[in-house]
């Protein structure tokens, strides 16, 4: 028969996971991208840009992320990663 999780573990583990999303940032590698711009079409906050002399994404305002993950997520070229800084 296995405990049941406490309201204190849960809080623990809840806040660490806070904290490690928290400083999630944007990682994003310009010679896998082809120019699809779905990261620049789903962005919340507009931090992507479509840069139509050289056919690929630009990635504006790390500052700015709110590290939502969308643009993840829509990349089929997988050029862009979530990571912890210096992982």
């Not at 405990?3 to 400083?23: F, G, I, V, Y």
């Not at 991208?33 to 994404?57: L, T």
Request: proline residues 6%; contains cysteine.
């Amino acid at each position: 028969m296995s405990k049941s999780p406490t309201m204190q573990s849960l809080m623990k583990e809840h806040w660490e996971l806070a904290r490690t999303l928290r400083r999630l940032e944007i990682h994003f590698d310009s010679e896998r991208c082809r120019g699809v711009w779905q990261c620049y079409e789903v962005c919340p906050v507009g931090n992507w840009a479509p840069n139509y002399n050289r056919m690929v994404a630009t990635f504006r305002n790390g500052k700015q992320c709110i590290a939502c993950g969308a643009c993840v997520l829509q990349c089929p070229e997988r050029a862009i990663e979530l990571r912890i800084p210096n992982a």
